[in-house]
């Protein structure tokens, strides 16, 4: 008996998930199981919805498995999300093979890289899908707002347990308020602690995120906060015998807010110039399932920082505050991008400040802050799913395949760049900022802070598959620069 059958009496979902018949499938059913023990409550499939389109033919490469036989039949999802491990017993998983396409309507959409047995278990190791892998023919559209208070009802209703069937009755005769809550995410990543939080309050997402350090005598904090508005979402795919004809993505009316501050000392000798580039959890994500396809639109950041020290007792630190609004979106049609949409931003240095004894200090970070993504799978279902069956087996699978010549260096190739990001299509607000100090021991002590605003959108061909390139276009630029003093010999 599975472990989502035990708990069965304390936790169980109502079901309410439809597959249109707007979306012919080429696909392969699992095996039929008993009666539903814990279910998922998805938000509506968007063909609910007027005007929303899905019409798909799948590859011979897709193995379609149920939402209750993958409930029933799973045993550990790794931390990651990338290795599932089920039960030895399920014929499904256990015809997966290298190549395939593992498909759990509203739920994944993974492609295979291993399938072996390990300790008793079938586990299978996974990578993100190309859409082009899963898709033959595809005419998939919508256009749907995204409303982050809105949004996360749908989530809380859909992963949290539903109460006891005593008190059911009651939420058939009166709609459950769940309560606005924040999205807190904490941990370390090759030595950065960080906290990412995300808030849905009426009209908007209240970000904020703290990164910090210390290492050889250097301590840098990087603090953000912000918001990102309400905003309307359109995307449009179309596939014909295996080629990608047409993909449109476009956030239309996408403003917000962002305060970026940064401090950065070393109080021993030596030269530190070292980059770094630090992974930060997604901070919210939007479920936009369209024929049982598990699309996703996630909010996420990522930093880039690069600290320029020469020596010790030295000190930088700089504030910057950035606003943007428009329509930021591209459509891209036989291999060429054209941008969708007019995107702006107003930034400015709200101080800047850099100390040093002799010899020139200097400190560069970069931020991705929103970065909305539009990906094929569903991370906050997997999250739920953890509840019932923890990381740590799949995770100790993961570290025995590692061991094995066959798999070791394989594994860890594919995970190799963290922040390689893994959407179909995004668009971005990059805040790249600086200072630099010249020093005591120069004729002309000068300062100079930067701040450059990029707004980008894009695709990843690796994600779109076959040979499509990847795609990134600038759909705005500003640049701003403040120089003390204010002299030609400053300037350079």
């Not at 508005?229 to 476009?250: A, G, P, R, S």
């Not at 996408?254 to 630090?278: P, Y």
């Amino acid at each position: 008996m599975s472990r989502f059958l035990k708990l069965a009496p304390v936790f169980v979902l109502a079901l309410s998930l439809s597959f249109p018949s707007a979306c012919s499938r080429k696909e392969s059913a699992g095996p039929a199981r008993g009666t539903p023990s814990v279910q998922l409550k998805l938000p509506p499939d968007l063909t609910t919805k007027p005007g929303n389109t899905c019409e798909v033919t799948f590859t011979d490469r897709v193995v379609k498995m149920e939402q209750r036989a993958f409930l029933d039949s799973i045993r550990s999802i790794s931390s990651d999300n990338r290795t599932f491990v089920f039960d030895p017993h399920d014929a499904t998983a256990s015809r997966l093979k290298q190549g395939d396409i593992l498909f759990v309507p509203s739920v994944a959409m993974r492609k295979v890289d291993v399938a072996t047995q390990q300790g008793g278990y079938t586990v299978i190791v996974t990578e993100d899908a190309a859409l082009l892998d899963a898709f033959k023919d595809a005419n998939i559209s919508w256009s749907t707002p995204v409303n982050f208070v809105e949004a996360q009802q749908q989530t809380q209703a859909a992963l949290n347990p539903a109460p006891p069937p005593a008190f059911r009755l009651l939420d058939l005769v009166e709609t459950k308020a769940y309560a606005q809550t924040k999205l807190s995410f904490s941990g370390e990543d090759d030595g950065w602690k960080y906290t990412v939080d995300a808030t849905p309050v009426s009209g908007q997402l209240n970000l904020q995120m703290t990164v910090s350090r210390e290492w050889e005598g250097i301590e840098v904090k990087i603090d953000g906060s912000g918001y990102v508005q309400n905003f309307e979402n359109v995307t449009k795919l179309v596939v014909k015998d295996n080629q990608l004809q047409e993909l449109d993505f476009k956030n239309s009316d996408l403003k917000g807010l962002i305060n970026f501050n940064w401090e950065a000392s070393k109080k021993s000798g030596g030269v530190e110039a070292a980059e770094f580039k630090v992974k930060l959890p997604s901070s919210f994500s939007t479920l936009l399932p369209i024929g049982g396809i598990p699309f996703a639109l996630e909010v996420s950041e990522a930093l880039l920082i690069h600290p320029a020290f020469t020596g010790n007792s030295e000190i930088a630190r700089g504030r910057f505050r950035v606003q943007y609004d428009g329509t930021e979106g591209f459509s891209l049609k036989g291999g060429n991008a054209e941008q969708d949409g007019q995107a702006g931003a107003e930034g400015s240095i709200v101080e800047h400040f850099s100390a040093t004894p002799l010899a020139p200090v200097g400190f560069v970070c970069a931020v991705s802050m929103p970065r909305v993504e539009l990906k094929l799978g569903t991370a906050s279902v997997f999250q739920f799913v953890k509840q019932y069956v923890p990381s740590a087996l799949a995770d100790g699978l993961v570290n025995a395949l590692k061991k094995v010549p066959v798999f070791g260096k394989w594994i860890d190739q594919k995970i190799a760049n963290k922040i390689e990001t893994n959407a179909a299509a995004y668009a971005q607000v990059i805040i790249s900022t600086s200072t630099i100090a010249a020093g005591t021991a120069t004729l002309v002590p000068c300062q100079r802070a930067q701040l450059i605003i990029t707004i980008m959108v894009g695709a990843n061909g690796k994600v779109i598959g076959k040979d499509v390139a990847n795609v990134d276009k600038v759909v705005f630029r500003q640049e701003k620069k403040v120089v003390v003093p204010p002299t030609k010999a400053c300037e350079g």
